[in-house]
Nanobody, 130 residues
Framework: DVQLQASGGGLVQTGESLRLSCAAS????????IGWFRQAPGKEREGVAC????????YYRESVEGRFTISRDNAKNMVYLQMNNLKPEDTGVYYC???????????????????????WGKGTQVTVSS
């Protein structure tokens, strides 16, 4: 079975940091681009960051550029999202997702387009208090 399990969320104050982890299993991890998405209450899900499988290129939504860093460890089938200088608007449930087409993930992270990706995991709650 395919599994993507996000963890590492929590309650922090403005300006603090969190590191999210995404553990993947059940598919050939090295072949898939991985993205982080989030959904705040009453809002649509939005892309946050993604990383390609081919060359490790990374992409971010503009509002997190310079504060968030996505990375992957193919040996461990893990993807991480280091989130620094967190703001209240970063609050939401964070999900990791995988797609064989890196272009799909990049488009969903860098534009307002949405759509289906191959695999989605359960989310982890991030709450940033002001």
């Amino acid at each position: 079975d395919v599994q993507l399990q996000a963890s590492g969320g929590g309650l922090v104050q403005t300006g603090e940091s969190l590191r999210l982890s995404c553990a993947a299993s059940g598919f050939i991890f090295d072949d898939y681009a991985i993205g982080w998405f989030r959904q705040a209450p009453g809002k649509e899900r939005e892309g946050v960051a993604c990383i390609k499988s081919t060359d490790g290129s990374t992409y971010y939504r503009e509002s997190v550029e310079g504060r968030f860093t996505i990375s992957r460890d193919n040996a461990k089938n893990m993807v991480y999202l280091q989130m620094n200088n967190l703001k209240p608007e970063d609050t939401g449930v964070y999900y990791c997702a995988a797609d064989y087409s890196a272009e799909h993930v990049v488009v969903f992270v860098t534009t307002r387009q949405t759509g289906a990706l191959d695999f989605w995991g359960k989310g982890t709650q991030v709450t940033v208090s002001s």
